[in-house]
């Protein structure tokens, strides 16, 4: 059995906890029944020998196979990591939504994807990346009552992502300490009518607009200051052309939206600038998690 999941930009600047996309960078697990417990590990995380014995995967596939089964198999994970590790570029998200749908995959019960979506929230409590990796596309969505709730459009296919990651990571849960604890009703209504302009320019595939709905006042300069070339590449990535270029979820990842016949000029110019980043240009994913069994 086989399950893949999407790689997620989430925030798109304004649209702090609401907003995310899905791209076509993936992270794979296959799993075989197996005499005694082994886990294998190749791409991302592979130079990181802990994640063989304390992996989170591991810990969410048990908690939700032990209560589908009454049987006690033994498994072979083989994971292929495309997605590096708390870059921004929705790791854990990925490594939640493929763990549950695993485990019920591999016990032969039916999961619908609104119901896996509604599982991962008790992992991960905003659901701007954990949309887009089950549902791909863009996606925006509120929790209720501990449901998400969403609206998803697909992406067209002459746009393209450039992504620029950095050599360092930045977890998640630091990243949100070092945000306002309030803010004031300016930042709230400058972010509130961006967010929706934003929106509104993906549902209506007006992509000259998002160049000023991304901007942002909740997050970004104070993530940014813990590394402050990412100004620079942010101010390269427009300059170059992209329609809008964000700090990808909590960062390290800087995330740019472009025309596809203007994404390798700007790949090549943010190369050129910052040779110690890694960068390339992807499709976005439509689809989000599959199984194969
Ligand atoms: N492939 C993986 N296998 C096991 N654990 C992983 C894997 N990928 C991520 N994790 C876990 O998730 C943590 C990273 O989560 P974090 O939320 O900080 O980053 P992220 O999800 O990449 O970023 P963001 O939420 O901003 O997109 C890692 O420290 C590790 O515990
Ligand atoms: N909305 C989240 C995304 C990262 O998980 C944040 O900005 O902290």
């Given at each position: 059995m086989k399950v893949s999941v999407p790689a997620t930009s989430a925030n798109m600047g304004p649209g702090f906890d609401t907003l995310g996309i899905a791209l076509q960078i993936k992270n794979q697990v296959v799993i075989k029944p197996s005499k005694f417990h082994s886990v294998s590990l190749k791409g991302e995380g592979s130079n990181n020998p802990a994640l063989k014995d304390n992996n989170m995967f591991i810990s969410i596939f048990n908690d939700f196979y032990h209560n589908l089964s009454t049987k006690r198999r033994n498994f072979r994970f083989e994971f292929y990591n495309e997605i590096p590790m708390s870059r921004g570029?929705?790791?854990?998200?990925?490594?939640?939504?493929?763990?549950?749908?695993s485990a019920y995959a591999i016990e032969g019960v039916e999961l619908s994807k609104k119901k896996l979506l509604n599982l991962a929230l008790a992992y991960e409590n905003h659901p701007d990346n954990i949309t887009p990796a089950v549902m791909g596309g863009f996606n925006v969505a509120t929790v209720q009552d501990n449901e998400v709730n969403f609206i998803k459009k697909d992406m067209p296919k002459n746009l393209r992502a450039i992504v620029v990651i950095p050599n360092r990571p930045i977890s998640t849960n630091m990243s949100r300490k070092t945000l306002p604890y309030k803010y004031s009703k300016d930042d709230a209504v400058f972010n509130l009518s961006h967010a929706s302009l934003l929106t509104a320019a993906f549902m209506s595939e007006n992509w000259e607009m998002?160049?000023?709905?991304?901007?942002?006042?909740?997050?970004?300069?104070?993530?940014?200051?813990?590394?402050p070339e990412l100004f620079e590449v942010q101010k390269t990535s427009?300059?170059?052309?992209?329609?809008?270029?964000?700090?990808?979820?909590?960062?390290?990842?800087?995330?740019?939206?472009?025309?596809?016949?203007d994404s390798k000029k700007i790949e090549r110019e943010l190369r050129n600038r910052f040779p110690h980043f890694k960068i390339f240009t992807t499709d976005f994913d439509n689809y989000g998690v599959r199984v194969e069994k």
């Open positions: 570029l929705g790791s854990s998200s990925a490594v939640i939504v493929s763990a549950i749908s998002l160049r000023i709905a991304s901007l942002d006042k909740f997050h970004q300069k104070y993530r940014m200051k813990q590394m427009l300059k170059a052309g992209s329609l809008m270029s964000t700090l990808s979820g909590s960062g390290s990842t800087f995330f740019s939206i472009a025309y596809a016949e």
